[in-house]
C-alpha cells in the first residue's frame, strides 16, 4: 500500500556529512538545501537509511575517497528506503506516493536524495519498489549487503550437495549469503565468536569459532570435506578452505584481494537480483535481523558500533522522528 502524497514543500533537508575525513567524530548532522529532481530523476523522502562497512572504510582518508569519486563536504551512507515525493520530467516508472529502496553512494543519510530512475549505486544512485510486507528499515538494509551476497553465491554457485564455508557469517552481507546458502539447498558453516553461535544457527548456519585451530575445526564438523567457501572479512577464511582441499574457482572474497581467487562485487550481480531478494523478504523465506536502530542524531555512536565488525545483522538510522518535530514546531526529544 502507498502511504499518502507526502509535502514537497521543505526548503531544507538534514544530511550527515563530512567535512573532513575520518571517523565517526569527524560527522555531523547539518541542515542543507533540500534537494530537487531533474529531468529523469526522483527525490526520495527517506526514512531509513543502512550501514555497512563500507560506508566508513571509502570515507577514512582523502586517499581512499579519491578512489571511490568523493570529495569534501561529502555526505555519508548508501543504502536508503522512503517514499518518492518529487518525479522529473521524463520518468514514467515512478509517481510520488511510491515506496522505494536501493543505494546512492555516500549520501543516503539524509531526509531526502535525488536518483536517477536509470542510474547505479554508484553513478546518480539506484531505486526499487518496495513490495508489500517489507517495512522501510528492513529495505534499508538491502541493497549493499544483498547484491554483494548474491555476487558472491554466484561466484561459487552452491547448491544441494555442498557444503559451504561462509567467513563473517553473521555480520550484514553474511547473514544474507548463508540464508541465499541454505535456499539454494546447500549445507553451511559459518565462522564467528562464541557470542554468534545462536545467532548463526538461527539462519540455518553451523556455527564455527574463528582464528587459530579453524581448519581442524571445520574438519570435525564435516569429516566428507568442504566444497566451496566465501570470505567475507578477509582473507583467512579463503586460506583455510584452501587447506581443506576446496578449490580456487569455487571460492570468493569481498573485502580482499587473494591470487587465483575471484572476488565478489556488489556491482557485478545479476540484474533482477536485489528484486529476487526482496521477494523473498516479502514471503518470509528470508529474514534480515536488526541488530540495532539509531536517530539520525547519534549517527556517531551508530558508526562505532557498526565499524566495531561484531554487530550480528544490520544497523539501520531512522530519519523519520524530528521530520515530525520540524512539522509542529516542537524540539526533537
Known amino acids: 500500500m502507498k502511504e499518502p502524497s507526502p509535502n514537497t514543500s521543505a526548503t531544507t533537508s538534514r544530511a550527515v556529512q563530512f567535512e573532513s ?6 560527522l555531523s548532522v547539518r541542515e542543507v538545501p533540500a534537494p530537487h529532481a531533474g529531468p529523469g530523476q526522483i527525490r526520495v523522502r527517506v526514512t531509513a537509511a543502512g550501514l555497512n562497512p563500507m560506508d566508513w572504510f571509502m570515507t577514512s582518508d582523502a586517499e581512499t575517497a579519491a578512489r571511490f569519486g568523493l570529495s569534501l563536504p561529502c555526505g555519508f551512507g548508501t543504502d536508503y528506503a522512503g517514499v518518492v515525493d518529487e518525479v522529473g520530467d521524463g520518468v514514467s516508472g515512478f509517481v510520488v506516493g511510491d515506496r522505494v529502496f536501493g543505494g546512492a553512494l555516500s549520501r543516503a543519510v539524509a531526509d531526502h536524495i535525488v536518483v536517477d530512475e536509470a542510474g547505479t549505486i554508484a553513478v546518480g544512485g ?18 549493499i549487503a544483498g547484491c554483494t551476497a548474491a555476487a558472491a553465491l554466484a561466484v ?3 547448491g544441494p550437495g555442498d557444503t559451504v564455508l561462509i567467513g563473517g557469517a553473521g555480520g550484514g552481507v553474511g547473514v544474507f549469503a548463508v540464508q541465499l546458502a541454505r535456499l539454494a539447498g546447500a549445507r553451511v558453516i559459518g565462522t564467528g565468536s562464541a557470542t554468534s553461535a545462536d545467532a548463526l544457527r538461527a539462519l540455518g548456519a553451523e556455527p564455527v569459532a574463528y582464528g587459530d585451530g579453524l581448519v581442524d575445526r571445520v574438519r570435525a564438523l564435516a569429516p566428507a570435506g568442504v566444497t566451496a567457501a566465501m570470505d567475507l572479512h578477509g582473507t583467512d577464511t579463503a586460506q583455510a578452505a584452501r587447506e581443506l582441499g576446496v578449490p580456487d574457482e569455487r571460492i570468493t572474497t569481498i573485502a580482499a584481494q587473494v591470487d587465483g581467487i575471484t572476488p565478489a562485487n556488489g556491482a557485478d550481480a545479476a540484474p533482477g537480483a536485489i528484486e529476487e531478494i526482496a521477494g523473498l523478504v516479502a514471503a518470509g523465506r528470508l529474514r534480515v535481523p536488526i541488530a540495532a536502530r539509531f536517530p539520525v542524531e547519534r549517527i556517531r555512536a551508530a558508526v562505532e558500533l557498526q565499524a566495531g565488525r561484531h554487530v550480528h545483522g544490520k544497523v539501520v ?5 524530528r521530520r515530525a518535530d520540524r512539522t509542529t514546531g516542537t524540539s526533537p526529544r
Do not use: K, M, S, W
Open 126 to 143: 539506484q531505486a526499487h519498489r518496495t513490495p508489500d510486507g517489507v517495512d522501510d528499515p528492513t529495505a534499508a538494509t538491502l541493497a
Open 21 to 26: 575525513f575520518g571517523g565517526p567524530d569527524a
Open 156 to 158: 561459487v554457485d552452491p
Open 317 to 321: 538510522i531512522d530519519l523519520q522522528e
